[in-house]
């Protein structure tokens, strides 16, 4: 099917008389998806892939509110990592902070923050306040595709109603609206915003068409067409959440087979031996996503009066893996006969997770003020950080050399950035501190009979 023929018909009404008479007014066409233009608001880990993306076939237009980071990206500085300067600096693309800009769009992708608050509610500001900039600046016929992570229901219940009262246009009449949720994997080279099949949803089965034809611009991995634009909210928060549940039951099992005298990872390395065993591991469970999006579950639980028990406990089980992990090296130094209090705990690790230079929403960052509100002197080193927010880290000396700063009294390894593998290898790691030191490797690092040599050596 043509979808750029495709006109929907609708019937508008109008006074003539006294009578109501009832006309025929035919909407926009679609655009080209082929060249169509595309903005892209919110300049971030999602945005920033899409719109060097869709550069290729059109000249794209990014906007953020960011205008540091606007002028960053203007001379091919990007700090998530998810694109190179090359990449960046050849893409043909303008970098506003002006939304005016909007109106030359013929596309228009939202992918600004949908965090939590202080309470843990979902934070829709930054999506309403988005919604409000596109109504005031649209050009009729353009295409809005929404792919913030929210919780089902609120493109269309909150998004839209927004930009039709602001604009004056109404959808599918004026201009057309669509979900795409994004599943890029920040830290993982392998799976890039092209290698990841995307879901796509229109109001309208022509609108989910064109945003098949949109979106394989960009996506190798080829395209799903969900139900509708609610069933690809709830597809991506599912997603997560499920994540989200499964490492709480292996944060959980590893404080019981904690108490059992086993390792919760070579549990795991044996029941992955069978096919339908699903591989999860213990940690912390931080940044944008996987420890934030439950809660809008929760939210959307609360709104229909459903406990959600399961993701609640779950959420309550990852909160408290930095507790549980400051309260075993307590115990590792009880062992060597003596305690926490004023001693140099170095923590390898603080973005939330491996290989990806996010911070946000750290765990570690709440582990390193338990630790400190324990008496510890707390260090980090983390290579990596760079798009640092220091959410937490109080009375933490961050250095830029571990080798350089001391003997240390404990090791705390957080996650196993790849570097970590050619900074420390065993000579290295060992000559940081004493003879029976606690070593806490929360991801396996570090091959137990050798490091038990010289470390008092803990992993899940
Ligand atoms: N980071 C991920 O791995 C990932 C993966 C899938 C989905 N998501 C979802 O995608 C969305 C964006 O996430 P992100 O990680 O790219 O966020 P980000 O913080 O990296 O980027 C968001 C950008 O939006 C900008 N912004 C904030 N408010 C704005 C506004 N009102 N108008 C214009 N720009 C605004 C910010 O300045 C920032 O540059 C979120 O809903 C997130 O849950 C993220």
């Not at 003596?338 to 996010?358: M, W, Y």
């Not at 570097?419 to 065993?426: C, I, N, W």
Request: glycine share 6%.
């Amino acid at each position: 099917m043509n979808i750029k023929t495709i006109c929907n018909e609708n019937l508008s009404s109008q006074h003539n008389s006294n009578q109501l008479r009832l006309v025929r007014s035919e909407p926009p066409a679609l655009p080209d998806a082929e060249t169509a233009r595309v903005a892209v608001i919110g300049l971030g880990y999602v945005g920033l892939p899409l719109i060097c993306g869709f550069s290729k076939n059109s000249r794209s237009i990014g906007f953020d509110v960011n205008k540091e980071k606007v002028n960053e990206l203007s001379n091919g500085i990007d700090h998530t990592g998810e694109v190179t300067a090359a990449e960046l600096l050849s893409a043909d693309a303008m970098f506003t902070t002006d939304p005016a800009e909007l109106e030359q769009a013929d596309v228009i992708v939202v992918c600004v923050p949908t965090p939590v608050n202080a309470r843990n509610q979902p934070d829709y500001s930054a999506l309403l306040s988005a919604s409000r900039m596109i109504g005031q600046n649209m050009k009729k016929g353009s295409v809005v595709v929404f792919e913030s992570t929210v919780d089902p229901g609120t493109t269309e219940e909150r998004c839209l109603p927004i930009i039709e009262e602001v604009s004056g246009f109404r959808e599918s009449v004026d201009f057309y609206l669509g979900y795409s949720p994004e599943r890029i994997n920040p830290g993982d080279p392998t799976r890039k915003l092209t290698d990841i099949k995307k879901i796509v949803a229109g109001t309208t089965p022509y609108v989910t068409e064109f945003l098949v034809d949109l979106y394989s611009r960009v996506v190798e991995a080829g395209l799903f067409p969900a139900a509708n634009i609610k069933v690809a909210e709830a597809a991506k928060i599912l997603e997560n959440t499920q994540r989200d549940v499964n490492i709480a039951l292996m944060n959980q099992m590893m404080t019981l087979y904690d108490k059992m005298g086993i390792r919760a990872t070579d549990v795991i390395a044996a029941a992955s031996s069978k096919w339908n065993f699903h591989h999860y591991r213990p940690g912390l469970v931080g940044g944008h996503c996987i420890a934030v999006d439950p809660y809008y579950l929760i939210d959307a639980g609360r709104r229909h009066g459903l406990p959600m028990d399961l993701i609640v406990a779950a959420r309550a089980t990852n909160e408290a893996t930095p507790y549980f992990m400051v309260e075993k090296l307590e115990e590792m130094f009880e062992q060597n006969q003596t305690s926490i209090q004023n001693k140099r705990i170095l923590v390898l690790g603080r973005t939330f997770k491996e290989d990806c230079p996010d911070t946000r929403n750290s765990k570690t960052f709440k582990m390193m003020d338990y630790l400190w509100t324990r008496g510890a002197e707390v260090f980090n080193f983390d290579p990596i950080a760079e798009d640092d927010h220091f959410e937490g880290g109080r009375g933490t000396t961050f250095i830029g050399d571990p080798l350089d700063a001391g003997e240390f009294d404990a090791i705390i390894v957080t996650l196993s950035h790849s570097v970590f593998y050619e900074q420390f290898d065993l000579p290295t790691l060992e000559s940081l501190t004493k003879r029976k030191a606690p070593l806490i490797d929360m991801r396996g690092m570090f091959d137990c009979e050798a490091v038990e040599d010289h470390f008092n050596y803990w992993r899940p």
